[in-house]
């Protein structure tokens, strides 16, 4: 058994935040705690757990997990749990690499050799999706997502999603695989309307259809279209989740491994979605560490069917040069051949990160704020 010396975070471009923990014997692993648009806040919940848990036994994944969960008394939601998954990414990387192991053999091992993975087309206000999908064929994707929408009003004209429509039959004429994310923009006057639009054209799945705490209304609209249902980057954890399962109103989980407090907990929560039958596809439009994390429990999940992956999204070449693989060794680790992404045999997550790039980046990187969208009327819409 071996302590933990210190944890370090460094905010890096485009606008992810890294964790690295440090124990005694001199050994490091790397997690991801990325909450986007709200890299101060998590910071602050790091520094306030970095206080209780330097010192504490490195090997005891699920005791600090715990212990950060219970002893706060308030737990929960996205800053807490996003704190809480880069300490938790970190210390399996760590243990795995002491071990000489890859993650997923401390997981049970694989059940799979390679998985399947798709990229973002499109951006904020989707447009000239043919020649971005032709891009990712090239690139050796065959699944892609993009935003159903841009911002729509609460009630607006059915006319406003001809585009969303016409888009997706695109995409899918150049023989894509397309799920569309809805972003949670979408109010229910809507998002009836554009999921029952769309069912003629077979989309992998609809995202968010309805912002997540709409839970009755989502209940509604799984009755109403034969379209998969996905929803879950904005549930934190397995209780979060609970009421989607016993619903029944859900086909595909999307938890994200930096928001819902890192790969023990992720795990769990796909444990609760096999007893349901519903699929398990990681949300993860963010950094290679994230990536990683996932891959590793994907790896070991019987009823995972897909893998996000945030390789030239538009949050990144928005943000400048840095990319997926940008603060890697090695980012063929990473590589796409027909749709899918080979396992990783490395220790512990399986990359290796460039420490030096990460700590200039971090010099200077500053926060990422959201995007911000109106109505002609001046109205705040969802982004």
Known sequence: MVKIKSIEYFRVRPRWLFVKIEDVEGHSGWGEATLEGHTEAVEGTLNALIKRFVGYEADDIEHLWQTAWRLGFYRGGPVLMSAISGIDIALWDL??????????????????????????????????????????????????????????????????????????????????????????RLHKPMAKQLAKALEPYKPLFIEEPLLSEHSEGIKQLSGLTTCPIALGERLYSRWDVKKFLHDASVDVLQPD???????????????????????????????????????????????????????????????????????????????????????????????????????????????????????????????
């Open 95 to 184: 243990k795995a690499r002491r071990l000489g192991v890859p993650v997923y053999q401390l997981l049970g091992g694989k059940v799979r050799n390679k998985l399947a993975v798709y990229a973002w087309i499109g951006g904020d206000r989707p447009q000239d999706v043919a020649a971005m999908a032709q891009a990712r064929l090239a690139q050796g994707f065959k699944t892609i997502k993009m935003n159903a929408t841009a911002d729509v009003d609460w009630l607006d004209s059915p006319s406003a999603l001809d585009s969303s429509v016409e888009r997706l039959r695109t995409v899918k004429e150049l023989g894509l695989e397309a799920a569309l994310d809805f972003h949670g």
């Open 257 to 383: 491994i930096s928001h819902v407090g890192g790969i023990s907990e992720i795990r769990k929560i796909a444990s609760m979605a096999e007893a349901y039958d519903v699929a398990i596809a990681p949300h993860c439009p963010l950094g290679p560490i994230a990536l990683a994390a996932s891959m590793q429990v994907a790896l070991t999940t019987p009823n995972f069917v897909i893998q996000e992956m945030s390789l030239g999204i538009h949050y990144n070449t928005e943000a400048g040069e840095h990319d997926l693989i940008s603060y890697l060794k090695d980012g063929s680790v990473f590589d796409v051949q027909d749709g899918y992404v080979k396992a990783l045999t490395g220790i512990g997550l399986g990359i290796e990160i460039d420490e030096a790039v990460v700590r200039r980046v971090a010099n200077d990187a500053p926060p990422w704020l959201p995007k911000e969208f109106y109505g002609v009327d001046g109205g705040i819409r969802e982004w």
